[in-house]
């Protein structure tokens, strides 16, 4: 039996899936304090028998296992939830081994199992919502190195039309700062899902994510672009954002045909927690 | 007996060493037409009976195993070499097995085996020379996915004092368009060795690389930059660009120390022949 968190900034999911990723049981309780959370992570948990559990946490978190504090949560804006100690807490409840990365990581790795990106070896997920966060997979690892990926602070250049600053409190005007759905709203003081006919707003959009989707295919070249989160339930954006990529890219290099390549979540919100279950199974 | 040849534009460095990596003999030759480069490297090669061969190659080339045109060199801007099977040819002359990537992807494989990044499992290569090209190693692997990595084109901001408008034919101010050689010598009509002591030009410079590193830095997170390529003889410049990294990403996430973390290659010229060698011995 495996155990699975996706461990989100607003909600975690739970779950315990048999050996064969087969969902026996799930919920879903709200990200408070993390005491009120863990304890009820532990009333979950309590009731099964797992052998490993994967994780996927909102972050900055600590992936570096030569690090002191390896599996923490680290600096993270949700200030109840810096410096927690989250794999050591779960280890000392039940000391079976762990899988730990990104909540973004982990639903890269969902898609490639069993979502969009089947059968490839690589593919990059990214969450344009309350934050822009990005994931990846290459040859069927979550990318890790010195830290995890923060794709969503990339620079971007500023469309002529926007005159917003951006509200990245670390950088203003990066991708986030510009590109999320608290920017779009910023911008334009109404909410994003108000403004589906507003042709500008998801044009300036398309602008910046087809920016940074470049940056990512000629850094690290994936084979599949998955990209979720809040801000693309307004799918008129995926066209906008192919066009804009072919034009910026200009042929340079090969992409798979762009309706393939630049996709929505085939697994929709369960790309996390699928991805955590994988987590598990590979931390046996 | 293993085979190395690290394929550039100007020049073939072809080499053969022992399985421990000592280098038995070691050629450069000019890169001229496939005829003709192909001739003297099989004049070499004949002498030995190598039991695999590695090769970096300029590029674009096709690293897809699952594509009919994987081996080849496609559609570079050197044009008697487009469309040039090298792996085909290789093989036909030697049915060894053959390992097959980028020029700085073998260089980020030989600083990872014997240089810089030794002992890490991630670096990043980039060269700054006639153009600007990257490489990575992730997870002890060459990055590649549905290509390969073609780093130098990212996009960047302009920098304030800049008007030279870039001179990528596909992309006109990307990186490569505004930072390699040819764009300084465009911008201030001279060489760039003849301005080293002309602060501006290498603080535009840094600026423009700075963005990207920060841009790879979020992106792959690797545990090690290296930097090399004739622009990057102008060693003043690793101090600016460490400063102006350090302001860009705003402490937003950890690096190692930046004296540690973007550095030039510690194999100097060799890092690309050591890759190739490395490749080898992995393809066998
Ligand atoms: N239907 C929608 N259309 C456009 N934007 C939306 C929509 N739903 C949510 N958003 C935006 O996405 C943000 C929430 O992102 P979401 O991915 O749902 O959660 P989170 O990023 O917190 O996990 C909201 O702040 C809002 O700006
Ligand atoms: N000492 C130097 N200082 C600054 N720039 C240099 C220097 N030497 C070479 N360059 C620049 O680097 C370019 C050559 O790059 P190099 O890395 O040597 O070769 P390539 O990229 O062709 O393999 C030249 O066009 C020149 O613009
Ligand atoms: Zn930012
Ligand atoms: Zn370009």
């Known amino acids: 039996m495996l155990g699975a968190i996706e461990a989100g900034g607003t909600k975690f999911v739970l779950a315990v899936s048999d050996d064969d990723?087969?969902?026996?049981?799930r919920v879903s309780i709200p990200t408070t304090t993390p005491v009120e959370t863990f304890k009820k992570v532990f009333d979950f948990f309590d009731n099964y028998q797992v052998s490993a559990i994967g994780i996927g946490s909102f972050g900055p978190i600590?992936?570096?296992?030569?690090?002191?504090?390896?599996?923490?949560?680290?600096?993270?804006?949700?200030?109840?939830?810096?410096?927690?100690?989250?794999i050591g807490l779960m280890k000392d409840r039940y000391p079976v081994p762990m899988g730990?990365?990104?909540?973004?990581?982990?639903?890269?790795l969902g898609e490639l199992s069993y979502g969009a990106a089947k059968g490839k070896t690589?593919?990059?997920?990214?969450?344009?919502?309350?934050?822009?966060?990005?994931?990846?997979?290459?040859?069927?690892?979550?990318?890790?190195?010195?830290?995890?990926?923060?794709?969503?602070h990339i620079l971007v250049r500023k469309?002529?039309?926007?005159?917003?600053?951006?509200?990245?409190?670390?950088?203003?005007?990066?991708?986030?700062?510009l590109a999320a759905g608290p920017a779009i709203e910023k911008r334009y003081d109404k909410k994003a899902q108000d403004m589906t006919d507003n042709k500008e707003v998801w044009e300036?959009?398309?602008?910046?994510?087809?920016?940074?989707?470049?940056?990512?295919?000629?850094?690290?070249?994936?084979e599949k672009i998955i990209l979720g989160g809040g801000v693309m339930k307004q799918t008129q954006l995926f066209p906008l954002i192919r066009t804009e990529f072919d034009k910026l890219l200009n042929g340079y290099v090969q992409?798979?045909?762009?309706?393939?390549y630049i996709v929505p979540p085939a697994l929709k919100d369960d790309a996390g927690i699928t991805g955590c279950l994988m987590l598990a199974q590979r931390a046996l």
């Open 122 to 152: 690589s593919c990059l997920y990214l969450t344009v919502g309350t934050g822009v966060g990005g994931g990846a997979v290459i040859n069927g690892e979550p990318l890790e190195g010195y830290g995890h990926p923060e794709m969503g």
């Open 159 to 177: 469309h002529a039309n926007d005159s917003f600053d951006g509200n990245c409190p670390y950088h203003s005007d990066c991708l986030e700062g």
């Open 204 to 222: 300036i959009e398309a602008y910046y994510l087809a920016q940074a989707l470049m940056s990512y295919t000629l850094t690290i070249s994936p």
């Open 62 to 86: 600590d992936v570096n296992t030569s690090s002191d504090t390896y599996g923490y949560i680290t600096s993270t804006p949700k200030t109840a939830w810096e410096n927690t100690d989250f």
């Open 100 to 108: 730990w990365t990104t909540d973004v990581n982990a639903a890269a």
């Open 21 to 25: 990723f087969n969902i026996i049981e």
């Open 255 to 260: 992409t798979p045909d762009l309706n393939d």
